[in-house]
């Protein structure tokens, strides 16, 4: 088993920045791969980010690249997620997600294993 907690979110106003970490425990942490997901009002949970088990591999959403930045510290079982230029239609809860195989992380979420309590993050106007 693999528990994620997330820390990190708040409330900033447009164009402000916010880091979310979420530290993993339980299990190999190297052994999954990780992402973010996220979940606004009245809509459908959608994929942020993944991350490979290694850290060498990353794919974004679209409407977040070039804003956004996933790592990882294998060595602190912690996976980050670098959030810039923030807009009002990143307002949702954020949860971390881990599953060994990183093809779940990428298209497959409802095969996804583990999952993070979920943050709220909230960009004003």
């Known amino acids: 088993q693999v528990q994620l907690v997330e820390s990190g979110g708040g409330t900033v106003q447009t164009g402000e920045s916010l880091r979310l970490s979420c530290a993993a425990s339980?299990?190999?942490?190297?052994?999954?791969?990780m992402g973010w997901f996220r979940q606004a009002p009245g809509k459908e949970r959608k994929f942020v980010v993944a991350i490979s088990r290694r850290g060498d591999t990353t794919y974004y959403a679209d409407s977040v690249k070039g804003r956004f930045t996933i790592s990882r510290d294998n060595a602190k079982n912690t996976v980050y997620l670098q959030m810039n230029s923030l807009k009002p239609e990143d307002t949702a809860v954020y949860r971390c997600?881990?599953?060994?195989?990183?093809?779940?992380?990428?298209?497959?979420?409802?095969?996804?294993?583990?999952w993070g309590q979920g943050t709220q993050v909230t960009v004003s106007s």
């Open positions: 339980g299990r190999t942490f190297s052994n999954y791969a």
């Open positions: 997600a881990a599953d060994v195989d990183y093809t779940d992380v990428t298209t497959r979420p409802s095969r996804i294993t583990y």
